[in-house]
């Protein structure tokens, strides 16, 4: 049974930073695209970041120069790092992933996902 779990998560004042990790279990993922979603109350889950099995990366705009996405192939762990947070970026964090390494933003194209972690940034 393929299982995702992310950890990492919590309150942090702005410009503060967080790392979180996303931990994947049941099958090997070295050859999945590895990526980050976020969804905050009232508003559609969107895209933050992803990791093909090339080691490509992809950012959002919103977001861009300030996360950076790594991934671990041995641990099958992916992780977040989150620099100079804003308030904005309060949300639940979500990892997924997908067998393919195309449409990376559209979080229909992932077949897994976790259950999330809540990161707060306060003003």
């Known amino acids: 049974q393929v299982q995702l779990e992310e950890s990492g998560g919590g309150l942090v004042q702005a410009g503060g930073s967080l790392r979180l990790s996303c931990a994947a279990s049941g099958r090997s993922f070295n050859t999945s695209t590895l990526a980050w979603f976020r969804q905050a109350p009232g508003k559609e889950r969107e895209f933050v970041a992803a990791?093909?099995?090339?080691?490509?990366?992809y950012y959002a705009d919103s977001v861009k120069g300030r996360f950076f996405i790594s991934r671990d192939n041995a641990k099958n762990t992916v992780y977040l790092l989150m620099n100079s947070l804003k308030p904005e970026d309060t949300a639940v964090y979500y990892c997924?992933?997908?067998?393919?390494?195309?449409?990376?933003?559209?979080?229909?194209?992932?077949?897994?996902w976790g259950q999330g972690t809540q990161v707060t940034v306060s003003s």
């Open positions: 990791m093909a099995w090339s080691r490509n990366t």
């Open positions: 997924a992933t997908s067998a393919g390494s195309s449409g990376v933003t559209d979080p229909t194209n992932y077949d897994y």
